[in-house]
Each structure stands twice: as structure tokens, then as C-alpha cells.
């Protein structure tokens, strides 16, 4: 075998190995959207009923979801009566952990409501992630839809023994 030949079969398996390296890596992952209030939670959570009864309870307007993996986003309909009722109700679930911001449906955080009139807009979403920590929510008010002087964010419970 000559140099040449040894050195071009070479340069063909440096070719074939560099572009396996440049293609794109494959990501399975699970998407979709939810038409009632879902979460993932890691198997033996404490309190995961209790934080589901919540999030589905009619008196709430579940306004749809959507989900990636164990990130998801639930969004609600309502006013800061109905809102205040369910930050309390959530907060009184034994280690919960909840969050609260303020948008003007403009910003990444309520993306579902960037192309609606604030008539039309959610009242909140709210985002949880079960594999960073499955006892947080965020909650994003949509201030278009309730002001942020209405809202009366609650005090957490501890988290149990």
C-alpha cells in the first residue's frame, strides 16, 4: 500500500469520525399539551393529593397546559378573589414552597397570553418542575388581568418531618 493510499483511507475515517461528532445529538423527550391540571411528581412525594385536589378543583377555571418531560406549566382563568383562595389553599399543603411574580403578559413567563387582549388573557400560570425541587411553584400573575395591589401572596407551611 502506498503513502498516498494510507494516507487518503486515513483522511476518510478522520472525515467519517468528525462528522459523527458534528451530528446533532438525538433527545427523546415527551411534550404535549394538558386539558386538566397534571403534574409530575417523584413516586412516594408527600402531599401529592393534596397539592392535586387543589389544582383541580372547579373553582378554579383550568385554562389548559402544557407539559415537557417533568416541567410543567398550568394556566387559570379568574379574578384576584379566585387567585388569593388558591395561593391560600396551595400554601396550606404541608411543604409546599410557592413563589410569586408579576407580568404584564408580555414577558417569556406567560407566553399563552402574548398574543391575547387583556380581556382575553389568563389570570395566572402556574410552573413546577418535579426533577429540580418538586415541592416549589411559581406563580405568574397576569397583572392585565389582576392587579399586583390585589394579590395576597400567603406564608408556606413547613415542610414535614
Not at 392535586?52 to 416541567?71: E, P, R, T
Amino acid at each position: 500500500m502506498s503513502t498516498f493510499t494510507h494516507i487518503r483511507n486515513s483522511g476518510i475515517l478522520l472525515l467519517f469520525f468528525c462528522s459523527g461528532l458534528m451530528a446533532p445529538p438525538r433527545v427523546h423527550a415527551l411534550a404535549g399539551t394538558l386539558e386538566y391540571p397534571s403534574l409530575s411528581f417523584p413516586s412516594g412525594f408527600p402531599n401529592s393529593e393534596e397539592i392535586m385536589k387543589v389544582l383541580s378543583d372547579k373553582k378554579f377555571h383550568f385554562a389548559g397546559g402544557s407539559f415537557i418531560n417533568a416541567v410543567s406549566k398550568l394556566r387559570y382563568e379568574g379574578n384576584a378573589v379566585s387567585l388569593n383562595e388558591f395561593l391560600s389553599r396551595l400554601a396550606a399543603c404541608k411543604g409546599v414552597k410557592l413563589s410569586v411574580s408579576f407580568s404584564d403578559g408580555k414577558s417569556e413567563l406567560i407566553t399563552d397570553s402574548e398574543a391575547k387582549t387583556p380581556e382575553q388573557a389568563e389570570g395566572w400560570t402556574l410552573g413546577h418542575n418535579a426533577w429540580g425541587d418538586p415541592s416549589a411553584f411559581h406563580i405568574t400573575v397576569d397583572t392585565r388581568r389582576i392587579p399586583e395591589k390585589e394579590v395576597k401572596v400567603p406564608k408556606s407551611s413547613p415542610p414535614p418531618p
